[in-house]
């Protein structure tokens, strides 16, 4: 059952739209695009550290990019200071190479580090569905353990870096991304994939993350399926799909 609730927001914090400064990592893959995308839409500013800048060029002048090391806790906490939040679609490029095998728990490495130096709490992070050991249909974890062993060992590691942090992280477990346009019509829910959620789409995923570090309490449990105990998404670990 749910949870009362007597902190929910009123009306008129509901519908206020405020403007945050949002570091985007990944900003140049499949999600990320998307995250810069619809975060200049829904009014937000934008900065980007990335390794190939040429890729953000369609959003020159709307949004900052610096180039730089991922992996570098230092270069990281220069950028990401004086911000709000931070979102990351970063991951390794597929095929995954053998020098990428620790790839994603490096980074959640320095990240964290950068985020705490920074003074910067909030963290959403798209991870794996293939870790929900919960999930009957699809057999997400079986087929990850089968298939994509490596995968999940190091998303693991780096879910493992962001929870035994201080900082105010939500995990975004999708199942398999598609290129499909946004719908809005996603199911999320907390520490399970959705039944029978086989995909989702990048652009549906961006627009779950933005809407959870927007933290509109009310829109965001209703997306939770009625899941969400006390309404908020921080130190939650969240499965997405259509
Ligand atoms: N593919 C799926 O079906 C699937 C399903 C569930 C979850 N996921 C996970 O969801 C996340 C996003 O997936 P996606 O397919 O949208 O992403 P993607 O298109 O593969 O993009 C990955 C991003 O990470 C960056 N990156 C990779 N290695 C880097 C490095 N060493 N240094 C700096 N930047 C680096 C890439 O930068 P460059 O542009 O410079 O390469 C790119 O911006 C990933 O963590 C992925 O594992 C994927």
Redesign the pocket.
Known sequence: MRAHIDTEPSKAERSEKRSMKLVVL???????LEIVRQAIERGHSITAL???PD?LNPFRGRITVEQG???NSAELEKVIRGHDAVLS??????PISKA?AH??QQFAGALTSAMRRAGVRRVVI????FLFKNSVLPPAYLLGRLFFSG?IAD?SAMERVLEESELDWTIV?????TDKPYTGKYRAREDHLPRFGFKIS?ADVADFMIRVVEDRRADVADFMIKVVEDRSSIRKIVGVSN
Not at 26 to 32: C, E, I, L, Q, R
Not at 173 to 177: C, K, W
């Open positions: 990944g900003a140049t893959g499949g999600t990320g990335v390794r190939s890729r090391d991922l992996l679609g970063f991951g390794p490029r597929v990428d790839l994603r798209e991870s794996v569905a995968t998303t477990r999708p199942p398999e991304l990048r």
